[in-house]
């Protein structure tokens, strides 16, 4: 099973991820993405999903026109994971 972030873990976990923001209310993180159009928003999810399941992590989001919200959390674990930690490094490797 996998474990949940202890508080220390989490805020030096945090501290390399300057776009993301810690939801504390469902410990999770978020990150929202702005694109020049529909194409680019969704060719950005295609990617992301293919990390999702190569890494067997899903993200929530949610996608309008240009833009694109993620959220991150490990709902095995209860919250925030070393796997999101990851994922959320992967993500941002796709933009920039």
Do not use: C
């Amino acid at each position: 099973m996998v474990e949940q972030l202890s508080e220390a873990e989490r805020a030096e976990a945090l501290d390399g991820l300057s776009d993301w923001d810690y939801d504390e209310a469902r410990d999770a993180i978020t990150r929202a993405f702005v694109f020049a159009d529909f194409s680019e928003a969704f060719a950005f999810m295609t990617r992301v999903a293919l990390l999702a399941e190569k890494a067997d992590h899903h993200p929530e989001w949610s996608n309008v026109y240009n833009r694109v919200e993620i959220l991150l959390t490990t709902h095995d674990a209860g919250g925030l994971s070393g796997r999101d930690i990851e994922m959320a490094d992967a993500i941002d490797g796709l933009v920039e």
